[in-house]
């Protein structure tokens, strides 16, 4: 097995790089946080709530690697998975009364996101789980979280970052922006 750990505050800034280290401290990428274009928050504010924010990973280059996208279309939440060579729709499925599973298809592979009642998010690759997410302890005495990534099967950088973007955005930050609870207000919030 091997670990990969980020460090969330309390408050995440727009200039916040939150650091994803491994089992020895060393920095391979970072979770940032950024806001949509301006085309899509329009949209996201006139047709119901959303993500005010997207989360991405970007490597020592600042070049994406992953992010996160969430627009609402015809009342369905969806939620865009961005690579540097595509663009991937997760497919959100209703699992249990307020749980939620994401599927998608990645050329021949077919991949599942879930939060297992554990409350550890599980990454599966063709019916194999290949990485566990999970927060070390929920309630630091400096307020922080710190979620640990376990990969199960190989060491990749590129998987750990994959899993850190998705459960930052689907789970981590839905737990606790209230802006999800009712509309957004400003429609030009720069």
Not at 4 to 30: F, W
Not at 56 to 65: C, G, T
Request: charged share 25%.
């Amino acid at each position: 097995m091997y670990k990969y750990s980020y460090e969330i505050p309390i408050q995440m800034s727009m200039q916040d790089r939150l650091p994803l280290t491994d089992e020895h401290g060393n920095v391979h990428c970072y979770v940032k946080k950024r806001k949509p274009r301006i085309s899509t928050r329009i949209a996201n504010n006139l047709f119901s709530f959303t993500l005010n924010y997207c989360y991405e990973v970007v490597d020592q280059n600042d070049k994406n690697m992953y992010s996160i996208n969430a627009l609402k279309y015809h009342l369905k939440l969806d939620y865009m998975l961005t690579t540097p060579l595509q663009k991937i729709v997760l497919k959100r499925m209703r699992e249990q009364l307020i749980e939620s599973k994401y599927t998608w298809q990645d050329n021949s592979d077919t991949y599942l996101f879930f939060q297992h009642y554990t409350a550890e998010a599980r990454l599966i690759k063709n019916d194999e789980e290949i990485a566990t997410v999970k927060l070390a302890d929920p309630r630091n005495s400096d307020g922080s979280d710190t979620v640990i990534i376990t990969l199960l099967k190989e060491d990749d950088v590129n998987l750990a970052a994959l899993a850190a973007v998705l459960y930052h955005s689907l789970y981590h930050y839905n737990r606790y922006d209230s802006s999800l609870l009712g509309k957004s207000t400003s429609l030009l919030n720069f």
